[in-house]
């Protein structure tokens, strides 16, 4: 499949360190936008040496902030909205924290790679925001599959006086992007903002279908 070979940047080399206490150095640049999809970057310095970029991806939903958490809570919505993914899989929860697992497909001759993530909750007046971190020593490494390492990455859902949710998505380029920005970087676009309408459609049939549920259930009790 062409381009399949950059899902791997951007789940591997994209997504590797925290968005938390590093120096600032541009203000964010808008470099992609899709009806109200809006993907941007800025520069940042981590650590003592390197020079990097982090990347934000910001959208709205028809849906409060605490509408959005199933998409990230349940196996069968995260494997239809998650780019890149063979399986996802929740294998852990415990209130506000959950794990997932999750297996990239990952074309040959490439080896498969998988990520135990642990999301951890943090809830706010008119605000959630998800904690996501590696947690690669969780379950054991499956032979012939990568296990990731570190990843660091944060979901950032704000309500809106109209009642509908921002989200906002932030993570950083640890590593040397393996393609030159000018190729890679609009493939990444593209899956990104698949994702999003995929996540949307996701979340709206599942508003939808719980509503029906609603009404039917108001019905039988009549």
């Not at 789940?11 to 203000?27: A, D, P, R, W």
């Not at 470099?31 to 970057?41: L, Q, V």
């Not at 958490?69 to 196996?75: A, D, G, L, R």
Request: glycine fraction near 4%.
């Amino acid at each position: 499949m062409p381009g399949k070979p950059i899902i791997i940047t951007l789940f591997f080399c994209l997504f590797m360190v925290s968005t938390y206490g590093h120096e600032i150095l541009t203000n964010w640049k808008v470099d992609k936008t899709s009806e109200d999809i809006e993907i941007s970057y800025r520069n940042i310095n981590v650590g003592d040496t390197l020079i990097t970029r982090q990347i934000r991806l910001s959208f709205e939903v028809n849906a409060r902030p605490e509408e959005l958490i199933p998409m990230f809570k349940n196996s069968a919505f995260l494997n239809e909205w998650s780019a890149g993914t063979k399986n996802c899989e929740v294998i852990m929860k415990e209130g506000e924290k959950w794990m997932t697992y999750s297996l990239y497909d990952v074309p040959w001759p490439f080896n498969k790679r998988d990520l135990i993530t642990e999301y951890v909750m943090e809830e706010g007046d008119g605000q959630i925001i998800l904690h996501l971190n590696g947690r690669p020593d969780y379950l054991p490494v499956k032979k012939g599959i990568i296990r990731l390492v570190d990843f660091e990455a944060r979901w950032i859902f704000t309500l809106l006086p109209d009642g509908r949710t921002k989200a906002e998505f932030y993570s950083i380029a640890f590593t040397t992007p393996i393609f030159p920005r000018i190729i890679q970087d609009p493939v990444v676009q593209k899956i990104l903002i698949n994702s999003v309408h995929r996540l949307k459609n996701c979340l709206y049939r599942n508003y939808e279908s719980t509503c029906r549920r609603q009404l039917f259930d108001g019905d039988k009790n009549k």
